[in-house]
């Protein structure tokens, strides 16, 4: 016989889940800036970064995030208004 999760089983289940999707969002983040950011900055890899490339980095890091935030933002927001909405066409 299969034992059925209680309640609070099913809570701690779902925010396990939701944790390890936000690390997996967070990985895929770090490694797309990695990535992109070594591609625009660094033209001659070497043992060091110079000015230019630290500073490169730097910016396009700081973009990269911004673009990031204003994107989850975004559909974030997106997705609460459709719940919204759809909380209110089944009010009807």
């Known amino acids: 016989m299969a034992a059925t999760a209680t309640g609070q089983q099913k809570v701690e289940l779902i925010s396990?889940?939701?944790?390890q999707i936000a690390l997996a969002n967070a990985q895929e983040m770090l490694s797309?800036?990695?990535?992109?950011?070594f591609k625009k900055c660094i033209q001659k890899p070497g043992k060091s970064l110079d000015?230019?490339?630290q500073r490169c980095i730097s910016q396009c890091m700081?973009?990269?995030?911004?673009?990031?935030?204003?994107?989850?933002r975004t559909y974030g927001n997106?997705?609460?208004?459709?719940?919204?909405?759809?909380?209110?066409?089944m009010a009807d």
């Open 16 to 19: 396990q889940v939701k944790q």
């Open 51 to 53: 000015n230019t490339e």
């Open 62 to 72: 700081d973009r990269f995030m911004d673009a990031w935030n204003l994107v989850s």
């Open 78 to 89: 997106r997705l609460q208004r459709e719940h919204f909405k759809g909380t209110v066409d």
């Open 32 to 37: 797309k800036m990695t990535e992109k950011c």
